[in-house]
C-alpha cells in the first residue's frame, strides 16, 4: 500500500506561483507513473500533468508552459511547480500515482488551490 501526502496548496494573486509537493510514504522506484489531477466545483477533475516511471513528462494543455512537473527518487516524492497562475486553476489538487499491481492507482486526500484575481 501507498499513501500519499500532499502539501503547498493555499491562496495566491493572479499572476503568481506555487508549488504543490506529493510525498510518498514507500519508495516510488519501480512505480509506474505519478502526478497531479485537479477538480474543479462543479467538473470532473482533470489531468494536469504527469511523469512516468521512465521520467517522460506530460501536461495538460491548459497549463503548458506554466507548470512544471518534477520528482526525487531518493526523497520519493513528486512536485508540480506552478507559475503564471490564472483564476481558472482555481481547483483541489489531487497527487495519484500508478502501481504494478492491485489497486493500480492510489490517491492522496487533496490539497486547495485558490487563485484570485
Known amino acids: 500500500q501507498v499513501q500519499l501526502v500532499e502539501s503547498g496548496g493555499g491562496l495566491v494573486q493572479a499572476g503568481g506561483s506555487l508549488t504543490l509537493s506529493c510525498a510518498a510514504s514507500?519508495?516510488?522506484?519501480?512505480?509506474?507513473?505519478m502526478g497531479w489531477y485537479r477538480r474543479t466545483l462543479g467538473k470532473q477533475r482533470e489531468l494536469v500533468a504527469g511523469?512516468?516511471?521512465?521520467?517522460?513528462?506530460s501536461y495538460a494543455a491548459a497549463v503548458k508552459g506554466r507548470f512544471t512537473i518534477s520528482r526525487d527518487i531518493a526523497k520519493n516524492t513528486v512536485d508540480l511547480q506552478m507559475n503564471s497562475l490564472k483564476p481558472e486553476d482555481t481547483a483541489v489538487y489531487y497527487c495519484?500515482?500508478?502501481?504494478?499491481?492491485?489497486?493500480?492507482?492510489?490517491w492522496g486526500q487533496g490539497t486547495q488551490v485558490t487563485v484570485s484575481s
Open positions: 495519484f500515482t500508478d502501481v504494478p499491481y492491485s489497486p493500480g492507482r492510489y
Open positions: 514507500r519508495s516510488i522506484f519501480g512505480i509506474v507513473a
Open positions: 511523469i512516468t516511471s521512465g521520467g517522460t513528462k
